[in-house]
């Protein structure tokens, strides 16, 4: 993972931010010029917003040809959990999930790294977002609330200690509400570690993968946190998971 992976996504973020917003006038301008930056062309095509530059130079080496179709596929398998009138999306990048779900639902994004964070925000202006390592005790701009769903999208793998975020997260869930968490499955390992090498995948999210958990490591820790494990399934070829983690009443 190397020295520090939050340091990295912090410095990293620093530089593309300072990078893309040389020069322009305003933060909207700054924000759009960023989102071109650090996004794949398959994820710009997907959102039709028409932009045709090389996708293989400064920070864009983050992501590979195929993060935007993979971006889309965890989000739709996501979205359709989020029922309920609310939801904490944890590691949110730039909120794909926000666009995904309907416009009334509270949204509450969280990204480590504040440049991306503020890009989010700029992106989304009728969204709310925070930026704090969730690895850290949470800010009672949190804990001080509840939700209906918390989302974990591409995320458990990178952490170091899976456990103690989902209690942290189950303790902001009001009684009924989930946990929706996507993972690759264990299976996936060498497919990722291959399709880095090949930029067709996140080289930095594969040096970044802490653990590849299966369905029974995910039971535990649904279970270790207080939840439960109610729904369960793979989706690309079986090589991504969708887990649903309910707190109960």
Request: one cysteine or more; hydrophobic letters at 45%.
């Amino acid at each position: 993972m190397g020295m520090d992976a939050g340091s990295d996504r912090r410095r990293w973020g620093a530089a593309a931010w300072r990078g893309a917003t040389r020069g322009l006038g305003s933060a909207a301008r700054a924000a759009a010029r960023v989102r071109r930056l650090v996004q794949p062309r398959s994820y710009r095509a997907a959102r039709g917003d028409g932009a045709a530059e090389t996708v293989w130079e400064g920070p864009q080496q983050s992501y590979g040809m195929l993060s935007g179709w993979l971006i889309d596929a965890r989000t739709k398998a996501a979205a359709g959990w989020v029922t309920g009138g609310s939801v904490l999306d944890l590691g949110c990048n730039i909120a794909d999930l926000a666009r995904a779900i309907p416009p009334n639902v509270d949204y509450v994004g969280v990204e480590v790294v504040p440049e991306i964070a503020a890009l989010a925000r700029a992106l989304h202006p009728d969204r709310r977002f925070l930026s704090f390592d969730i690895e850290a005790p949470w800010p009672p701009a949190v804990t001080e609330r509840t939700f209906d769903h918390v989302a974990l999208l591409a995320v458990l793998e990178h952490l170091k200690h899976p456990g103690d975020v989902l209690r942290q997260a189950a303790a902001v869930l009001n009684p009924g509400g989930t946990v929706i968490a996507t993972t690759p499955h264990p299976r996936a390992r060498w497919v990722h570690a291959a399709g880095a090498r090949l930029r067709l995948f996140s080289r930095d999210a594969d040096e970044e993968h802490e653990a590849f958990l299966g369905e029974p490591q995910l039971a535990r820790l649904a279970r270790d946190a207080g939840l439960s494990l109610v729904a369960y399934r793979t989706f690309l070829a079986g090589l991504n998971q969708l887990a649903v983690m309910r707190r109960e009443a």
